[in-house]
DNA sequence: GCCAACGTTGGC
DNA sequence: GCCAACGTTGGC
């Protein structure tokens, strides 16, 4: 079981609209690090969702539903999606601002690399974010 | 809205 | 293969 956290902007796919339509096929990612991440991913693997630009904050809980495939919306074979599901709407949202204060995630890749849209996570930071989220 | 960080592109 | 120019992302 691996552990991530994705990145969406709310104006354009937000946690609630993930909800609605109750899947989503996480397509446009068009970095290699971030594609390299996508294809590690394996089914069941759990995902944080994070909001950026608005926000700015982790909101909810997916994981992964369909592992690594061509990206449809683009006839160039270097690009994969994968399909995520939601789990769990968090009573709590978890702040950038709270990420990086706590010595225990200042050396995420989200804080490290912010430019990085699909990151990976180590079991300790996952768990540690998920608790935070249920305080 | 600005700017830093960083990835990509293209000329040489 | 290097590097300058440029574009994009995302925090502030």
Redesign the pocket.
């Known amino acids: 079981m691996n552990y991530w956290l994705v990145?969406s902007?709310p104006f354009k796919y937000s946690w609630d609209h993930f909800v609605a339509e109750g899947k989503s096929m996480w397509d446009g990612v068009r970095?290699?690090?971030a594609r390299n991440n996508m294809m590690a991913m394996k089914a069941g693997d759990l995902v944080l969702f994070y909001h950026?630009?608005e926000g700015?904050e982790v909101v909810g809980l997916a994981k992964v539903a369909k592992e690594h495939y061509p990206d449809p919306t683009t006839d160039d074979p270097r690009w994969v999606v994968v399909n995520l599901v939601p789990v769990e709407k968090f009573p709590k949202t978890v702040t950038?601002?709270y990420m990086?204060s706590d010595e225990r995630l200042k050396d995420m890749a989200l804080i490290?690399?912010?430019?990085?849209?699909v990151i990976p996570l180590k079991a300790e930071e996952f768990d540690l974010i998920v608790a935070l989220a249920h305080e």
Do not use: F, H
């Not at 490290?112 to 849209?117: A, C, N, T, V």
């Open positions: 990145k902007e970095n290699y690090q950026s630009n700015k950038l601002a990086k490290k690399q912010s430019r990085l849209s």
